[in-house]
């Protein structure tokens, strides 16, 4: 019961929550990270998530990221400045913060039965959003 | 006189050649100059570049890197005049000169690419030489 109400709590974070909110509003993070996906608004990880994130790029998802260290800097302190609240679940079996968004538990309930397996290979990967969603660089989740 | 320009001078007969034989612009001759002067430091026989093997760089199966980029073209395909994709999903840029016509003309993105894009593919770092003669190619495209 516990559980289910965390669920249904973060769920109406994540549904109701603007799309002013989900904007990525510093130039240097959008450049850098929209150059392989969306720059992800930074409150869909908790801080502690952006920052073992952001001090993993050299192996970030199987690619190199690296940024240069002012960069690195800059954007790691925007995203933990803007990050989403702290989620003690946001770990994995190691007790690691996760770092893949679609790995929370209000990104997998977003999405249950949502996607259909055509639409998924469509997109390739979770992590391409404006597959689905047209708005997403601009904020706009919520046109499912 | 400084030390780019120096070098660059060193190399002589060579760079002219490079010159004539990239039909990009000044950024990418720019550019593809810095590579020359890095390939020439790390190598005192370096004579110039060699778009054929830059080409056979680029579309070789590599080891060492991601299993899901062994090559170039796994994220860039294999006719750099259409568009790439990222493993995200992102569109990537043709990366010929002749259809991204500011491709290779800043340096500190083409560092920051080959360093991240070698990595990825082979594992380590690629040296001056095949990072130059990738660039060479892809200038002449």
């Keep these: 019961m516990k559980r289910r109400l965390l669920a249904v709590a973060a769920l109406t974070l994540a549904t109701t929550s603007h799309a002013a909110d989900r904007m990525v509003t510093d130039e240097l993070t959008k450049t850098e990270c929209s150059a392989c996906h969306i720059a992800y608004p930074p409150r869909m990880l908790p801080a502690a998530s952006w920052e073992a994130l952001m001090a993993g790029l050299k192996d970030h998802f199987g690619e ?3 940024l240069d260290d002012a960069a690195l800097t800059h954007i790691r302190d925007y995203l933990v400045a803007n990050a989403g609240r702290d989620d003690a679940k946001a770990v994995d079996a190691e007790g690691k913060p996760v770092l893949r968004i679609s790995e929370l538990r209000w990104f997998k309930h977003e999405h249950s039965e949502e996607v259909s397996a055509a639409s998924f290979k469509k997109a390739g990967s979770w992590a391409n959003c404006v597959a689905c969603h047209a708005g997403a660089e601009k904020g706009q989740f919520d046109d499912e | 006189m400084n030390r780019t320009l120096a070098v660059v001078f060193s190399l002589g007969l060579s760079t002219g050649i490079l010159a004539d034989a990239v039909a990009a612009g000044p950024g990418q001759d720019a550019v593809i100059a810095d590579y020359a002067e890095k390939a020439k430091l790390a190598d005192p026989a370096f004579t ?4 054929a093997a830059g080409k056979a760089f680029f579309f070789a199966k590599h080891v060492g890197g991601g299993a899901d ?3 170039c073209t796994s994220c860039h395909t294999e006719d ?3 568009p790439g994709q990222t493993r995200a999903g992102k569109t990537i840029d043709p ?4 259809v991204t016509v500011d491709r290779l003309t800043d340096l500190a993105k083409v560092e920051k690419w080959i360093r991240r894009n070698c990595n990825s593919v082979l ?9 130059g003669d990738v ?3 892809l200038a002449s495209q």
Excluded: H, N, Q
């Excluded at chain 2, 110039?48 to 778009?51: L, N, P, R, S, Y």
């Excluded at chain 2, 594992?123 to 990072?131: F, L, N, V, Y």
């Design chain 2, 135 to 137: 660039l060479f190619w």
């Design chain 2, 123 to 131: 594992g380590r770092d690629c040296t001056p030489k095949e990072a």
């Design chain 1, 64 to 66: 190199d990221a690296t």
């Design chain 2, 80 to 82: 750099i005049t259409k």
């Design chain 2, 69 to 71: 980029t062994p090559s």
């Design chain 2, 48 to 51: 110039g570049f060699d778009a």
């Design chain 2, 95 to 98: 990366m010929a000169v002749s």
